[in-house]
């Protein structure tokens, strides 16, 4: 962790703890309450939840090896392991350890780093794509009569025009990559130039991941894995606040309305700060929860702690398990993977 990135999560924490002192009597929870909604729910929706987000993890090793099939013939079983440490490292350790994936792939199959992190570049806007979409064509169909109605169908236009906006900038970058990124390095850099170094880098490894897409058999089958990934997200979403019996608002929700709860959800995963960031994620989720369906806060609270080990904690033990079997240390490839990453960008940017 470099001392820039002390000072950022130092700043964090103190402005959270003033926040918190500022309006603490203007929070009025239950506790007791909030523990009962614990107890009592069901623990069957809880399972389904945590099965569906182990079987993304297989989807998204599927999906890296298809990346690296032009390159290099990999089975996804084999990088399966990167796929649960990566995700367990930034569990623990905030998104500062992204990069612990493609830097355990580039270590297994031998290829480089620079490689692998284009890889991961392109798998995070097929992500972004497949999530746009499912939330557009979910909330297309969010009946008229439901509250706030308005609200679901402008997230849908959004969610939209921002897979278009993808579409379109997928192309550009794949027909004139080079120009694009000399574009953004001169018009950001005039902000900032290693801002706009960085964009620029950012866009170089996006090009290259989509040229590592040799065939439309190959792009036809990381759309389709994509999409499977982010509507088996979407259903462990549904069966997390399904799993709430004893809260109505929760126990009813359909499919269309949990797009909202999980753009909250990723939405407050981005900046994930080493364990801040998942009291941060549970604040925006029940915040979500509790404004959009009416849900009561200490349940929308409970429902918000049992989201984040569902569908972001639950991955830690089998993380920890292969880290043993591969003979990883957590903290260390953490560290090892944001010091090649940071020396990687810093070469490209050259």
Not at 101 to 108: E, K, M, N, W
Not at 151 to 166: K, P
Not at 180 to 207: C, P, Y
């Amino acid at each position: 962790m470099t001392k820039r990135n002390g000072f950022l999560w130092l700043a964090v924490v103190v402005g959270l703890a003033v926040l918190v002192f500022l309006f603490r009597s203007k929070i009025q929870f239950d506790w007791a309450t909030f523990w009962q909604q614990l107890r009592y729910v069901s623990v069957g929706h809880i399972v389904a939840g945590i099965a569906l987000i182990y079987a993304t993890f297989w989807l998204r090793a599927v999906r890296w090896a298809v990346f690296l099939s032009p390159t290099k013939k990999v089975s996804a079983a084999s990088l399966l392991g990167s796929q649960f440490i990566g995700f367990t490292a930034v569990a623990l350790f905030g998104r500062l350890a992204d990069l612990t994936r493609p830097y355990l792939v580039a270590r297994r199959v031998g290829l480089s780093l620079s490689s692998q992190v284009a890889v991961y570049t392109i798998e995070r806007m097929f992500d972004l794509g497949a999530a746009a979409v499912i939330f557009s064509c979910a909330l297309a169909f969010t009946p008229k009569a439901l509250p706030h109605h308005d609200v679901f169908v402008r997230a849908g236009v959004l969610s939209m025009a921002a897979t278009l906006a993808i579409a379109v900038f997928a192309g550009a970058v794949r027909v004139a990559g080079g120009a694009v990124a000399g574009f953004a390095r001169s018009t950001v850099g005039l902000l900032s130039k290693s801002a706009g170094e960085s964009i620029a880098t950012k866009i170089i490894g996006f090009r290259d991941g989509l040229n590592a897409l040799s065939s439309a058999r190959d792009f036809g089958l990381v759309v389709l894995l994509s999409l499977a990934m982010w509507g088996m997200i979407g259903f462990a979403y549904l069966q997390t606040a399904q799993a709430f019996v004893n809260t109505p608002e929760l126990s009813s929700l359909t499919f269309s309305r949990t797009m909202l709860l999980m753009a909250a959800s990723i939405g407050g995963s981005l900046l994930q700060l080493p364990i801040i960031g998942w009291f941060t994620q549970i604040a925006l989720t029940a915040a979500a929860m509790h404004t959009f369906y009416g849900a009561p806060i200490e349940a929308a609270t409970a429902c918000g702690a049992v989201l984040l080990v569902v569908t972001f904690l639950c991955i830690i033990p089998i993380g920890f398990i292969y880290s043993q079997v591969e003979h990883v240390s957590l903290k260390r490839v953490a560290q090892e993977s944001e010091a090649a990453g940071t020396s990687v960008g810093a070469t490209d940017a050259g």
